[in-house]
Each structure stands twice: as structure tokens, then as C-alpha cells.
């Protein structure tokens, strides 16, 4: 299904949408569809510690800092959310996307539950929540046994660790069944178009109202 992404004429102020899912639903696959087909959509751009891997670019990929400068930003609360991942620390920061948002920008964030939260907490209004569940935990396992990249093991872990994340689907404000990926992304597109044409966030209404008044 195709959608109309040619930019608003009226003035608007951008917004953050949070895509979460449990390991294997798609919520990467639907990330990578938004970006491919909507312009007007960025990916968040973390900083964090780990070092830099072949191929990656600083400031595309991420903001490489060092421990010292997370340091410093996270007491000085320069941070949406932020977390320590596997020993290097992540977070997301705020000015680039303050000054974004302010420009009509939208930003996509690949985020779990515990980060939503985070930026919920600190952003209300321009925040959009949207949890993406299987159509059911067998389909969820096949999903992940069928890459054959995981142990028995591991698998077994992760579906432990998305019984979990699925606990948190109350916290959002859409939930999506990904049981077809083209109608899962139509539904977010959807999603995403109407929280656009929110009446609070097209701030150039009023000045088009008034001068619709005066004709």
C-alpha cells in the first residue's frame, strides 16, 4: 500500500517515533522500510563508547565519545535516555533533536521498553509509542530458529527475554500484529501520517487560519 509522503505546505513541529518489539517480530525490517520510503523520517543517531567497527562513519552510525565525555553528558543531563549494553554505554542526545523537532524533522527510534520510558518521561508531547507484537510466541520461535544464526540455547533466552517485553505492551500508545510485514508497515505508516496532522503539532495553523479569516 502506498502513501502520500510529500511534505505538509503548513509549518509543523516534528515528532519521535519509537518503533519496540521483542527480538525476531520485525521491528528492524519495519524500521528499514520507513527510512527507505519516507523522507521525511531520520534514524536517531546514538552516542556511545564502543569502538568503532570497520565501515562505520561517526555521526552517521553513532557519536563515538570516549567513557569521560558519556560521563560529563550524562551529568549534565544531556541525554534522552541512555544505557550500559554488554559493558559500553548508549544514549541519546537531546540538542540535535530539540533543534530538529523545532524544524519540522521526525526521528525514529529503535528502542526497548526501558528507553521508552526514559525519553516518555522526559518528552511527552513529541513522543509516539508503538509496540510491535507476533501473531504468537510459536510463530516468534520459527522467526528465530529459522535465521540459523542462535544456539538452542540462545533462542531459548530470547524467548524468555520477549515474554518479558510483551509484559510492557500497555505502556504504548499503538500495538501492531506483524502477521504480514507490507500490512504491518502500512499500519505504521498509517500511524505515523495521522500523528503528523495532530492539530497541536501544525504550528503554522493558526497563521494560515487568520489569513484565511481576512480573505
Known sequence: MAFDTQPNTL????LMLILSSPSGAGKTTISRMLLDRDAEINLSV????????????????????????FDRMVEEDEFYEWAMVFGHCYGTPKAHIRAGLK????????????????????????VVRVFILPPSLGALHDRLTGRGTDSAEV?????????????????YDYVVVND?????????AQILAAERMKRARQTGLIDFVRGLMKD
Open 103 to 126: 524544524e519540522g524533522e521526525d526521528f525514529l527510534f529503535d528502542i526497548d521498553w526501558q528507553g521508552t520510558q526514559q525519553l516518555y518521561q522526559k518528552d511527552q508531547q513529541d
Open 11 to 14: 509549518k509543523r513541529r516534528g
Open 155 to 171: 533462542i531459548d533466552a530470547r524467548m524468555e527475554r520477549a515474554r518479558a517485553e510483551i509484559s510492557h505492551w500497555d505502556g
Open 180 to 188: 504480514d510485514v507490507e500490512d504491518c508497515y502500512a499500519k505504521v
Open 46 to 69: 546514538s552516542a556511545t563508547t564502543r569502538p568503532k567497527r570497520p565501515g562505520e562513519i561517526d555521526g552517521t552510525h553513532y557519536h563515538f565519545v570516549d567513557q569521560g565525555t
